[in-house]
């Protein structure tokens, strides 16, 4: 296929594939492009931490948990288009207490969703698996979680039930404790 340039924006209602072909094997593997997106046009709300809170659909939510208390976020119904963003207002060095995200009914992660965490000092990501509805961050009581204050989590949907991911962590250089895992 030739090149191709656009002189104005290029839109899509279902997202953008990425498609690569393995030079060897000739194999194309297709995936989402799904990076952190223009917050243009969502609604900001300062959400207090709680045992259960809810994003809307089209809100950033700004949320102020600690890791002293243990916090359900519930995520709207994964309909094609919904966005919600979960920024983090405050430092989670409060204690070791959960911060889950559920999926809403039978919603899931996109199947190899990758999330940036940390073991054992160290840099990692945890990957998503087929069914998967939950994500679970579990923070260190220490000044030293990937999860912090400013980092974000944006939930996209290309076609409905099924959520994509992308993160901005926004630890220092000591930020290397804090675990986040995908589940069911």
């Not at 924006?9 to 194309?28: D, I, Q, Y």
Request: glycine letters at 10%.
């Amino acid at each position: 296929m030739a090149n191709t340039t656009f002189s104005g924006p290029v839109r899509s209602l279902h997202g953008f594939e990425m498609a690569t072909k393995n030079s060897t094997t000739g194999v194309v593997t297709t995936r989402m492009s799904s990076g952190m997106p223009d917050l243009t046009g969502l609604v900001l709300a300062d959400t207090a931490t709680a045992a259960n809170i809810a994003i809307a659909d089209g809100v950033i939510a700004v949320v102020n948990y600690t890791g002293a208390a243990a916090c359900a976020c519930a995520l709207p119904a994964a309909t094609s288009g919904a966005i919600a963003v979960y920024v983090q207002s405050k430092d989670t060095a409060g204690g070791t207490a959960t911060l889950t995200f559920n999926a809403a009914g039978t919603d899931v992660w996109a199947t190899s969703s990758l999330i940036e965490s940390r073991a054992a000092n160290e840099v990692t990501f945890d990957t998503s698996t087929a069914g998967e509805t939950a994500l679970v961050f579990t923070p260190a009581n220490a000044a030293t979680n990937c999860f912090t204050t400013g980092s974000k989590i944006a939930f996209m949907c290309f076609e409905d039930g099924t959520w994509h991911i992308a993160s901005e962590m926004t630890g220092a250089a000591a930020a290397v404790t804090g675990a986040f895992a995908f589940g069911a």
